[in-house]
């Protein structure tokens, strides 16, 4: 008889900085694509939530720009500091709707072991740790081989973006 080898569930995520503390990851399966647009191309909507910071054309749709920095409880990303000529998007698709989420920093693609995924991550910021619906958005989170810990989302926390 020969040991059984386990085998290893592995999954795909990108992983990005919501700030430039702050880094997150979500599954690719729930990526769209990413991209980068002049700040002034995004059209605010008045009487909006402040995280939602407006909307622009995209191939054919409008999508809603959601800033998850802000919506995260830091800093707004295009706030007067802002000096970039472009901000970074990811374009997400969850429970049939498109949106973009405004992120610091693009990062790369993670293969990640699913058993190595925490559960709950340790040490949140307060301003995570004190917001209910911040809270459900977070699923997990990784720590990467240069020993950073990642955040693991859900694109789903649309539901939550009201709250």
Known sequence: MTPQSSIQETENFLSFSITPSLKAMLPTRQLAEIINIAPH???PIPGMPAEVVGVFPWQGEVLWAIDLSYWMGFEPLLSAK????FCSILKVKTQGQSLGFLIHQVGQLQNCETQKI???PAN???TILNHPARNNCIKGAWLNSQGERLLLLDAALIQFLEH
């Open 118 to 120: 925490q559960s709950y």
């Open 41 to 43: 191309e995004i059209v």
């Open 124 to 126: 949140l910021p307060e």
């Open 82 to 85: 802002f000096t970039s000529s």
